[in-house]
Nanobody, 114 residues
Framework: VQLVESGGGLVQAGGSLRLSCAAS????????IGWFRQAPGKQRELVAF???????NYADSVKGRFTISRDNAKNTVYLQMNSLKPEDTAVYYC?????????WGQGTQVTVSS
């Protein structure tokens, strides 16, 4: 089982990044995929998730700025992040979950400079 995040980096406030989460080793279509983030000294928090049927949900702090999507043919989930703010700076993690199992990626750093 693998979840591999990519696409993080350093960007100025107001800029955009697109994160990718490539999955392998499990039945991707059956899983809810979420993006979480953890800033230094803070707890990990849910950013957005997408169900196997394509329903989405977002944290209030990112609504209207971030968009989560999935390509089941490529076993990949994306997080398009626009209008980035310094407070979006964190390590972003991909999570795949069902009622009985969950997997995490290793994370990708996003840094937004003011």
């Amino acid at each position: 089982v693998q979840l591999v995040e990519s696409g993080g980096g350093l960007v100025q406030a107001g800029g955009s990044l697109r994160l990718s989460c490539a999955a392998s080793g499990f039945a991707f279509d059956d899983y809810v995929i979420g993006w979480f983030r953890q800033a230094p000294g803070k707890q990990r928090e849910l950013v957005a998730f997408i169900t196997s049927g394509g329903n989405t949900n977002y944290a209030d702090s990112v609504k209207g700025r971030f968009t989560i999507s999935r390509d089941n043919a490529k076993n990949t989930v994306y997080l398009q992040m626009n209008s980035l703010k310094p407070e979006d700076t964190a390590v972003y993690y991909c999570n795949a979950a069902t009622a009985t199992r969950a997997f995490w990626g290793q994370g990708t750093q996003v840094t937004v400079s003011s």
